[in-house]
């Protein structure tokens, strides 16, 4: 086994070598688990961001919609007095 390992060529050692060091520091980022948005280079929102900004949107529809109800409650006691009137 001694005598093929001494026939391989320098070359073969340095690139066995280049590939194993490569492959080593690569695999971190490669096969971590990350969450979205929290890695250095993510375009991405974190999650928790996502999601406060998800409540605050659903907070402002729900808002919208209440105000909706007291308007078009507003307009009909207005109508209906001016039909009084007339």
Do not use: C
């Not at 026939?7 to 590939?19: D, E, H, L």
């Not at 194993?20 to 520091?25: F, K």
């Not at 996502?50 to 209440?66: D, S, T, W």
């Amino acid at each position: 086994m001694l005598q093929h390992l001494r026939k391989v060529n320098q070359q073969v050692w340095i690139a066995v070598g280049s590939i194993t060091i490569i492959g080593g520091s690569a695999y971190p980022v490669f096969f971590r688990e990350t969450r979205p948005g929290h890695d250095i280079f993510s375009s991405e929102k974190p999650e928790a961001i996502r999601v406060a900004q998800e409540e605050r949107r659903n907070e402002y529809r729900r808002l919208i919609k209440e105000q909706r109800k007291e308007q078009e409650a507003e307009q009909q006691t207005v109508q209906r007095k001016f039909q009084e009137q007339q």
